[in-house]
């Protein structure tokens, strides 16, 4: 995400994260010199609730981009690598089947960092061994 001027910093707001995405986002977004603001949530798997999410991004979108704001949809799917997932279910089975923070993390500074020219509006992150 751009700035208007070298004194103004950078806000991400991350919603709708878990304790180990939000710390590893945080971590990430504060590294680069932006603040972060999480709002956590607790698991949610009711499509309506998603869909509504969905909507409301795109509504900000439209309404907050014109004046610079990048909003962007994050859908993640999948386990979240880490000691509690692990000590629930053991380790992984199939190497790279569990979404690790950092990689959430890339991926979120990544959306913040693009050129206006070409932001992006939704993103999916899953672990390729997911089954649709």
């Known amino acids: 995400m751009t ?15 878990g304790p180990g ?16 603001a999480l709002l956590a949530r607790e698991f949610s798997t ?6 509504a999410i969905r909507a409301l991004s795109q509504s900000l979108a439209r309404e ?17 690598a880490g000691e509690k997932v692990d000590r629930v279910l053991g380790p992984a089975t199939v190497e790279h089947s569990r979404i690790e923070p950092e990689s959430v993390a890339r991926a979120y500074v990544y959306a913040a960092e693009q050129d206006r020219s070409a932001w992006t509006q939704e993103m999916d992150l899953r672990p390729f061994a997911e089954r649709f």
Do not use: D
Not at 21 to 36: K, P, T, Y
């Open 21 to 36: 995405i939000g710390a590893a986002v945080a971590r990430a977004f504060a590294a680069r010199g932006h603040a972060v």
């Open 46 to 51: 009711f499509a309506a609730q998603k869909f």
């Open 64 to 80: 907050f981009g014109p004046r610079g704001v990048h909003v962007v949809h994050a859908v993640m799917e999948g386990l979240v």
């Open 3 to 17: 700035t208007a001027s070298a004194t103004q910093q950078t806000l991400a707001v991350v919603a709708g994260v």
